[in-house]
């Protein structure tokens, strides 16, 4: 469980989230959407610590986060799983490599333990036989579910997706946001993904929010949003104009 | 104001690099990795460079030195001289400024454009320690056995040259090399080298581990690591020559 409490960052001028207060329970997909510039990014950034927040709260399981010294942050961080935009996967290590950096560093597992929590970790997100491959050969796709793998390794509680359909074609897409979910479920994490991919959000999203120009402007279910009579989230819903259509024809 | 700025986010970055790593297995690894990169791979251009300025050096003394009443066996000693108090230890760390500082600033940049770096610190990792502490220990480790190797290889240079031409004698040379030798030059020129490999690896690191935007900002980045890395490499030549030589 997630909390963030009346959250404001500012860049120079700008200021870029305002007074955004969130709820994140686990077992389920939180999605963050809105559009690009709108304030989604930084308010994932903020929860994670990668970002410091002027004002406000987050908790992770009632453990206060932003003011925490970084000792408490890095302990905090071990039980964080995180699938970057681009992987962020190190390109001079293999895949195996990926995987087990965490498990080494972190645990005290015998090197066959470890071998076997990766090959684990790699048949839970359908990769076979790509162990000695190093990033830059293999796809956009096996990227993204490599970067999955590693983010699981250490049992996270709680995992973070930053636009993990980006690039991808509508079919990997689908198998990407299967995957999440199914890992979500099964592990009882907490995950929120960050996202401007409707198909995505009608897939397997438990509960939404809508950033609009750095507020949260709206929050609720997959089902409700059809029915929302909010503006700013109908037009970035129903952008286009075929979507209109459908809307209007179907109200 | 800005100057002020930098030095302390610097600092700050140096206070997080300089803390116990979370596995000395990993660590000890990862020196002998960046022990590679950063001296083994520089072994060539040192050697190259070294050679054959140690035979420019003879050959230019020996021809400036055309009066009778200067004898010639300080064309040894002035090889010797050079290469141990100034070249092996400032101009090589300049070339290597060049080569190590770029790399680093440009690979460490790269690693922050692609997220690689926040990926670190998510996982709990302190990755200014995990990146660049390596970097620095295989830097002291291996730039003062560069430095040596660049002494040998400049006087082996000279001896190169006087055996191929007559500009001065071999036994003349030799003694040269012998001739008042002391011995804290020698300590001094490691001294030396030891500060500027904490620069130039420390000055890299800072400058790639705040990159921000695309791939023209590594470069930018990189370009910004070695002109700063000379700049301070000069100017600790000259506080360091004040402090242990007069």
Known sequence: MIEVKNVNKSFGDQHVLKDVSAFFEPGKINMIIGRSGSGKTVLLKSIIGLVKPETGDIFFNEREFIRANIKFKREIRKEIGMVFQGGALFTSQTVEDNIMFPLNLFTNLTKKEKLNRVNFCLDRVNIQNANKQFPSEISGGMQKRVAIARAIALNPKYLFCDEPNSGLDPQTAIMIDQLIHNITVEYNMTTIVNTHDMNSVMEIADSIIFIYEGHKWWQGGREDIFNSENDELNDFVFASELCKKIKKTNP | ?246
């Not at chain 2, 251009?45 to 009443?69: D, H, K, R, Y």
């Not at chain 2, 995990?130 to 480790?141: G, R, V």
């Not at chain 2, 900002?217 to 000069?234: H, M, N, P």
């Open chain 2, 1 to 246: 104001m800005k100057l002020l700025s930098v030095i302390g986010q610097y600092l700050v970055l140096m206070s997080a690099v300089f803390t116990k790593p979370v596995r000395a297995r990993i660590f000890i690894k990862r020196v002998f990795e960046e022990i590679e990169q950063i001296g083994m791979d520089s072994i060539w251009i040192v050697s190259i460079v070294s050679v054959f300025m140690g035979a420019v050096l003879t050959l230019q003394v020996a021809i400036n030195f055309t009066s009778p009443v200067i004898p010639q066996y300080l064309i040894g000693l002035s090889a010797r001289d050079t290469f141990i108090l100034e070249f092996s230890s400032t101009i090589i760390c300049l070339i290597l400024a060049g080569k190590v500082g770029s790399n680093i600033a440009s690979e460490i940049g790269t690693m922050r454009i692609t997220e690689q770096i926040d990926a670190l610190e998510i996982m709990g990792v302190n990755s200014a320690n995990y990146l660049i502490l390596p970097k620095i220990t295989a830097a002291l480790i291996s730039f003062p056995i560069l430095n040596l190797l660049s002494i040998i290889l400049g006087i082996f240079g000279g001896y190169l040259i006087a055996t191929a031409t007559d500009v001065v004698s071999i036994y003349d040379y030799i003694y040269g090399l012998n001739y008042m030798f002391v011995p804290f030059y020698v300590t001094y020129s490691l001294i030396k080298i030891c500060v500027f490999s904490i620069i130039i690896t420390s000055v890299s690191s800072f400058h790639g581990y705040y990159t921000f935007g695309g791939a023209l900002e590594v470069g930018k980045s990189s370009t910004k690591a070695v002109v700063y890395s000379i700049i301070l490499v000069l100017l600790f030549n000259l506080i360091l020559t004040q402090l242990l030589l007069t």
